[in-house]
């Protein structure tokens, strides 16, 4: 899954990003209004964390630019600003979700879990395709009630096609939700993930999840 992080406060922002990535999310960031609005108008994210008191745009005013485009991007409103009348304006104007500084790193996830099961429409954590079961806050993956331990890109991919199971998802919509615009590796390693989670999850004597759709993209079966 991929997230944008626009947030001034530099310090915050690396921490941010470094939680998130080891929690298997591709992050970009920005630290001003205007640069976080151009990349959520370029990116196909699943999420956005905002903060409001932003330089050159602040975060009103890129949440109200984003709805007015007809970007339904969830948005994390994540600020100081902690008065109720804050919290409704922010709620109001489009936000999905609002938390208030200091908070936890943990309660942040919980919320950003949430958020995506909203944009997949699952409201259970546990994910089950056929005889696989994905638990989406603890990472643990079983088929067949055998656990599968995986590398933190493999268990993104294995997510987010779950999330689609039954759809033809494209390369280039994996692509997007897996890394972020810095990352300079080739196209061809989700073709390499692809073939890892193969040998881990269909095994020998079971049915097959993955397929390839030629010149399309890959499929992963339902039920």
Known sequence: MRILVVEDNRSLLKTLKKGLVEESFAVDTAEDGEEGLYLAGINDYDIVILDLLLPKIDGWTVLREMRAKGLSTHVLILTARDAPEDKVRGLDGGAD??????????ELLARVR???RRKY???NPRLAVADLEIDTSSHRVLRGGREIPLQPKE??????LAHRAGEIVPRAAIWEHLYD????????????YISRLRRKIDRPGLRPLFQTIRGEGYLMRGD
């Open 181 to 192: 615009w810095q990352d300079d590796t080739t196209s061809n390693i989700i073709d390499v």
């Open 97 to 106: 979700d609002y938390l208030t500084k200091p908070f936890r790193f943990e």
């Open 114 to 116: 949430a958020l995506i």
């Open 155 to 160: 268990y993104a991919l294995l997510e987010y």
């Open 121 to 123: 429409q699952a409201k």
